[in-house]
């Protein structure tokens, strides 16, 4: 900044003027170097993912027909549909939003508004980030052991969403905690000296506030979770099944049932992955085709995450 | 919101289905060599049914799938070799008795790229020389297998190490099972070796024949000469169905818990693939057994025969009626 502001002393002296003016345009060399070289980084990320995108579009466009959404599996690649697999990845995804997120938030909270600082909470939180970089297929391992056999919850949509649960839970964690502390202090503080206890700042100040960034955050966890294979190979998903869970509502009383909870199960990326190991190119379509419906709908919850993001960020005024 | 995103989709789902109600249901799992054939029993037994019987099928691995049918997990367990000793003992000490039922054969393809002119046939004393572990980094070239060959570098693609056909393999051709020389293309997806091989003359590989069934054009399949009669087999329907193409051919099996065999939705579900086993495996691309075979097949389960031909290792080579009339053991 100092060289380009204009300076009495070096206007007195013509060569300077032009030392000056080749240190800019060397400077600018740079920046555009750099633009440049940014522009390039960022483009292999979308180019990739946008060739990839294509090729699946390419390969299972044709695919797309309501009847490959109503369709079980099948041996005929033409008759084949994805039908008990995104019902399943709905109500897994479902058991593990409804599991995951309230206890992540509040473990969030807490650690960032009530727990003291001690080398208790240092341990837990190095633990949470560290948990969050820990291969899925260790979860899959431990809910093996934990959810199926010793707590005797089977080969079941339970199962399967309880470890997505504890897989995506670190990155919500953190993601709540960044959030809450972005709230400035200065805010907790008026309500404090205003009488509010700890909770009435965290429910009406500090929650508010950070909802934009805790819902980015579940979002993304359950935007990995939905692409997830190896944790519910381990747990034991099934790859041929030609029957929807029982459903959740009915109309004679009681009106609710969880039998599904207990149903088995197969997902999307399961039963891509399946067709893509099949003798034949026409199982290879139908795996293109799982491949679109899965992507698009990550990129709808990412764009979901954004839009939502944007509207609740407009609300706050501090 | 996003609660009601997720609950509002799978409710809808659901309620947009007919009313379910606890179906009987027929638990399998087990070998992906397996998969494809009861797949297509399965979906047909469903629809012979309307719905009224459910049956799950899984994919844990021929060992996978016996793991959890010795723990009385599963009905039904696919395997594509016998069950092992240390497998007998497992199911024995759960006092789980199985019938064996051979349901219908998988070969495997040694193959060359279709621009590959020089070979057409080979012994399984060549291939053990080019597979066997001490290979590893000393046949590289296409003139090691034959003098006659020229100097040429020798690519070879196989199957990982978790597939039951690279167990196959080696047992067949190596004498060991899970013996082989490790530098080479490997893959658990056969649709890669199949891609690997085709398009490159210097390879050679080998891949489950139902691969070079759906990609006609792709591959060419090699003669193997029988160590046996010393003739030079190529691998086809035919050859396989009566035995004479060896050793590269073997039968696939399901295994039936005997407890699970009295319920009647299992004991229907056997007999159906019993009976329509043949045409399907046909269709999905594999060979089936000769009829007798079924026959054979259908009178051991009639009569709860339990236990096993093999004594818990696998073998080679032996033709599929002396199989079927062996005296079992558990």
Request: hydrophobic share 45%; with cysteine.
């Amino acid at each position: 900044m100092a060289s380009l502001s204009p300076s009495i002393s070096i206007e007195a002296t013509g060569s300077g003027v032009a030392d000056i003016r080749a240190n800019v345009a060397r400077r600018r060399r740079w920046d555009v170097l750099f633009a440049a070289f940014g522009l390039l980084a960022t483009s292999v990320g979308v180019i990739t993912l946008l060739a990839l995108f294509i090729d699946l579009l390419i390969d299972g466009y044709h695919r797309l027909t309501p009847d490959f959404f109503l369709s079980f599996p099948s041996r005929r690649a033409s008759e084949a549909g994805i039908l008990s697999a995104w019902v399943g990845t709905c109500l897994v995804m479902l058991v593990t939003a409804v599991v995951g997120v309230p206890i992540a938030v509040s473990a969030g909270i807490y650690l960032e508004e009530y727990a003291p600082k001690n080398w208790v909470t240092t341990l837990i939180e190095i633990n949470v980030s560290n948990l969050a970089a820990v291969p899925s297929i260790v979860y899959g391992l431990l809910a093996l052991g934990l959810f199926v056999y010793a707590l005797g919850f089977g080969q079941s949509v339970l199962s399967a969403g309880l470890t997505l649960a504890l897989m995506i839970m670190p990155v919500i964690v953190v993601a709540t905690r960044e959030a809450v502390r972005a709230v400035p202090h200065a805010i907790r503080e008026a309500a404090y000296a205003a009488g509010a206890t700890r909770w009435q700042v965290t429910r009406d100040h500090v929650l508010p506030y950070s909802v934009p960034g805790i819902a980015t955050g579940v979002i993304i966890g359950l935007a990995r979770a939905i692409g997830e294979t190896a944790p519910l190979i381990t747990i034991g998903a099934l790859t041929f099944i030609a029957y929807l869970p029982d459903p959740p509502l009915s109309t004679t009383p009681p009106y609710v049932s969880f039998d599904w909870l207990w149903s088995g199960f197969t997902v999307l990326p399961i039963q891509m992955f399946n067709w893509v190991s099949r003798p034949g190119t026409a199982f290879h379509a139908n795996a293109a085709a799982a491949g679109i419906v899965i992507v698009v709908l990550t990129l709808l919850m990412n764009a979901f995450a954004i839009y939502l993001r944007y509207r609740l960020r407009k609300k706050i005024n501090w | 919101m996003k609660f009601a995103l997720f609950g509002g989709a799978a409710a809808g789902a659901l309620l947009a289905s007919q009313v379910a109600f606890a179906a009987p249901e027929v638990k399998i799992d087990g070998s992906s060599t397996v998969y494809p054939v009861t797949e297509a029993v399965a979906e047909e037994f469903q629809k012979a049914k309307k719905g009224a019987v459910r049956v799950t099928v899984g994919i844990s691995g021929t060992g996978g799938g016996f793991k959890k049918f010795c723990r009385g997990e599963t009905d039904i367990s696919n395997a594509s070799r016998p069950i092992l000793a240390q497998e007998m003992e497992a199911c024995k000490n759960a006092g789980i008795d199985y019938i064996e039922l051979p349901v219908a054969f998988d070969a495997l393809t040694v193959a060359v790229s279709p621009k590959n002119n020089l070979i057409s046939e080979i012994t399984v004393d060549e291939l053990k020389k080019i597979w066997e572990p001490a290979a590893q980094g000393k046949i590289t070239n296409w003139k090691q297998i034959r003098p006659e060959f020229p100097d040429m570098k020798l690519n070879l693609y196989g199957a990982g190490s978790d597939s039951g056909t690279f167990d196959y393999f080696t047992e067949a051709v190596v004498g060991k099972a899970k013996a082989s020389r490790g530098d080479y293309t490997a893959s658990e997806d056969d649709n890669v070796l199949v891609q690997g091989i085709s398009g490159d003359p210097q390879a050679l590989g080998y891949v489950p024949f139902a691969y070079v069934h759906e990609n006609p054009g792709k591959l060419k399949p090699l003669k193997v000469v029988d160590p046996q009669t010393g003739k030079a087999v190529a691998p086809s329907m035919e050859t396989v169905i009566d035995g004479t193409y060896q050793p590269l051919s073997r039968p696939i099996f399901i295994y039936v818990n005997r407890k699970s065999a009295d319920r009647p939705e299992v004991k229907e579900f056997v007999e159906f693939y019993l009976t329509k086993g043949a045409e399907l495996a046909q269709e999905v691309g594999y060979t089936p057994l000769p009829a007798e075979a079924y026959k054979v097949a259908m009178d051991r389960f009639a009569a709860r025969k339990t236990g096993t031909a093999f004594g818990g290792h696998p073998e080679v080579g032996m033709k599929i009626m002396d199989l079927l009339a062996r005296e079992l053991k558990s």
